[in-house]
């Protein structure tokens, strides 16, 4: 048992040197924050654009992948055929910005109600967390807000930007709070 609670102090430690890190993070969020509900319009597009940029970046080095690899011959046609494919849908994506921001809000939802339930069983699961209460809240924030933008897929892709800024800028204080306590810890 001492063992254990002397490598949660050095792990601990560890993250605290690297309280920086962890500022940085909250500083950059809390910007994005700022940015998307100034402009969250111009916003939406960028991330239209940049999703099929990154999708087809992957599909080339996908598909390069599939001719570099050592492997089989079916590896290699299934690295080839993802390539194509990411390649494909890239390609769409830039070409039909509604409906990336359409998907892209579905996927956030999901992902925003996936998240919600993992730090809402960690508050849960974790009964000596210093700031369990504000990590279960922010759990089912997260929860309500993925499964109001799934339940209402109609909601205005507006509407989307400005809960993504908040959203944002409320992770980012939290991020900078926490790197603040490590700094102090």
Do not use: C
Not at 118 to 128: D, P, S, Y
């Amino acid at each position: 048992m001492a063992r254990r609670r002397g490598d949660a102090a050095d792990m601990m430690a560890t993250v605290g040197r690297h309280w920086g890190w962890i500022l940085s993070f909250g500083v950059i969020t809390l910007l994005t924050g700022v940015v998307v509900l100034i402009w969250p319009g111009r916003t939406l597009v960028v991330v239209a654009v940049l999703f099929g940029i990154q999708l087809i970046v992957t599909g080339i080095f996908r598909f390069g992948a599939a001719f570099a690899a050592d492997e089989s011959g079916g590896t290699r046609i299934l690295y080839a055929l993802l390539g194509v494919f990411s390649l494909i849908i890239g390609l769409y994506a830039l070409r039909h910005v509604l409906i990336t921001l359409l998907a892209l809000g579905l996927l956030l939802g999901i992902f925003w109600v996936v998240s919600g339930v993992i730090e809402l069983f960690n508050a849960i699961q974790h009964k000596t967390m210093g700031s369990r209460a504000w990590t279960a809240l922010m759990g089912v924030l997260s929860i309500v807000a993925g499964l109001v933008l799934l339940a209402y897929p109609g909601l205005s892709l507006l509407t989307l930007a400005i809960l993504l800024s908040v959203w944002l800028l409320v992770l980012g204080l939290m991020e900078v709070t926490l790197a603040l306590r490590l700094r102090s810890a």
